[in-house]
């Protein structure tokens, strides 16, 4: 049998293998502890194991309310739907010889060009990674309104991208007029690859890197693109905490629109899908005059042609009532579609 992270997105350290019991570690790679506080994303491969019953443990916070997600191509994932104690049993079946456990579903390049090939849509070169990878877009509509969304500024942050494919569906179905999109699904496409946190990288991450010389190409783009075409509206979509269940919103600035963007999106809410609630609406952050947070909602809520812009932090697994799967993940894609629309038409 072995365990270990050789694909896209692995991230785990193997301390030790005591009969059936793995003891187990994630990396933390060039992420810093803030304010004592380590990262939690970790994602392995057991391969070999056919027939036995293996306990994984990990000896501190790193296993959500489901347990760990599971997989056997990286492409289709399941909650274990067990937790205790941050240890979790797995029966491998006579024919599994290759399973995937991570701490959240992944959403790996390979979906998004699925996605991109399912709507006829093609997937374009954004820019070059720092390690010289195409990091992929996509561009869809015309007109002088420019709606730019991203996801994975921090690499770990994986559940968006289902969302982003059904609010991209929902935008296709049913276009804003005069508008044109941008999808960058990766920002920190590196950190997706390897499988980093990504997360309080070492000097700063890629969501404090809207200063005046970006360290990371993407940022670059985003910024010219931004110089280019405007940012009208801007949403970047993250995770929360580890263990917080809900789906709320991170802003600074202009915050009656960001209300009353949230109002909407409460109203909005679709069978299935998870559910923006009113518990944690709106999280502020207040900015320092003097050393202002260099994030990417920050930066475009500054540009003077921008009407709103956003962080969306997704929950990980969502809670007992609205449980998180990629369905559910679309299905509230669409109602951030339908909020999006109706705030525009409000606002045009
Ligand atoms: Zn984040």
Same mark, same amino acid.
């Given at each position: 049998?072995?365990?270990?992270?050789?694909?896209?997105?692995?991230?785990?350290?193997?301390?030790?293998?005591?009969?059936?019991?793995?003891?187990?570690?994630?990396?933390?790679?060039?992420?810093?502890?803030?304010?004592?506080?380590?990262?939690?994303? /970790?994602?392995?491969?057991?391969?070999?194991?056919?027939?036995?019953?293996?306990?994984?443990?990990?000896?501190?916070?790193?296993?959500?309310? /489901?347990?760990?997600?599971?997989?056997?191509?990286?492409?289709? /994932?399941?909650?274990?739907?067990?937790?205790?104690?941050?240890? $979790?049993?797995?029966?491998?079946?006579?024919?599994?010889?290759?399973?995937? $456990?991570?701490?959240?579903?992944?959403?790996?390049?390979?979906?998004?060009?699925?996605?991109?090939?399912?709507?006829?849509?093609?997937?374009?070169?954004?820019?070059?990674?720092?390690?010289?990878?195409?990091?992929?877009?996509?561009? $869809?509509?015309?007109?002088?309104?420019?709606?730019?969304?991203?996801?994975?500024?921090?690499?770990?942050?994986?559940?968006?991208?289902?969302?982003?494919?059904?609010?991209?569906?929902?935008?296709?179905?049913?276009?804003?007029?005069?508008?044109?999109?941008?999808?960058?699904?990766?920002?920190?496409?590196?950190?997706?690859?390897?499988?980093?946190?990504?997360?309080?990288?070492?000097?700063?991450?890629?969501?404090?890197?809207?200063?005046?010389?970006?360290?990371?190409?993407?940022?670059?783009?985003?910024?010219?693109?931004?110089?280019?075409?405007?940012?009208?509206?801007?949403?970047?979509?993250?995770?929360?905490?580890?263990?917080?269940?809900?789906? $709320?919103?991170?802003?600074?600035?202009?915050?009656?629109?960001?209300?009353?963007?949230?109002?909407?999106?409460?109203?909005?809410?679709?069978?299935?899908?998870?559910?923006?609630?009113?518990?944690?609406?709106?999280?502020?952050?207040?900015?320092?005059?003097?050393?202002?947070?260099?994030?990417?909602?920050?930066?475009?809520?500054?540009?003077?042609?921008?009407?709103?812009?956003?962080?969306?932090?997704?929950?990980?697994?969502?809670?007992?009532?609205?449980?998180?799967?990629?369905?559910?993940?679309?299905?509230?894609?669409?109602?951030?579609?339908?909020?999006?629309?109706?705030?525009?038409?409000?606002?045009?």
């Amino acid at each position: 049998m072995i365990i270990h992270n050789k694909f896209i997105g692995g991230n785990i350290f193997v301390d030790r293998i005591e009969e059936q019991h793995v003891y187990l570690r994630n990396e933390q790679r060039d992420t810093v502890a803030v304010n004592g506080k380590d990262r939690f994303y /970790w994602a392995f491969v057991v391969e070999g194991a056919e027939g036995q019953e293996l306990t994984f443990h990990f000896g501190k916070r790193r296993l959500g309310i /489901w347990g760990p997600a599971v997989s056997h191509d990286l492409v289709e /994932w399941h909650w274990l739907d067990q937790n205790e104690d941050n240890t $979790f049993t797995y029966r491998f079946g006579e024919n599994e010889s290759k399973v995937y $456990f991570a701490h959240h579903i992944l959403y790996h390049p390979t979906h998004f060009y699925a996605f991109a090939k399912r709507n006829g849509l093609t997937v374009e070169e954004f820019c070059k990674s720092r390690k010289g990878s195409s990091v992929p877009c996509l561009k $869809f509509g015309v007109g002088e309104r420019s709606i730019i969304l991203t996801a994975r500024h921090h690499a770990c942050e994986s559940v968006s991208g289902y969302l982003l494919e059904g609010l991209v569906e929902a935008l296709l179905d049913n276009p804003i007029e005069n508008t044109r999109v941008l999808v960058v699904p990766f920002v920190d496409y590196d950190g997706v690859m390897e499988g980093d946190q990504g997360k309080n990288r070492y000097p700063h991450d890629h969501n404090r890197d809207y200063i005046d010389e970006p360290i990371y190409p993407e940022i670059r783009a985003l910024i010219d693109y931004a110089d280019k075409y405007g940012c009208h509206y801007g949403f970047d979509f993250h995770s929360p905490g580890h263990s917080d269940k809900r789906i $709320f919103m991170m802003a600074s600035i202009k915050p009656e629109k960001i209300h009353r963007f949230s109002d909407i999106l409460v109203e909005e809410y679709l069978e299935g899908g998870l559910r923006y609630a009113a518990e944690k609406q709106v999280e502020w952050k207040t900015l320092d005059p003097h050393e202002p947070m260099r994030t990417f909602n920050n930066y475009m809520s500054s540009r003077p042609e921008n009407e709103l812009a956003l962080t969306l932090e997704v929950t990980y697994t969502g809670s007992e009532a609205y449980k998180l799967t990629a369905d559910s993940l679309r299905v509230f894609g669409h109602s951030f579609a339908n909020a999006l629309r109706r705030y525009v038409l409000e606002n045009s």
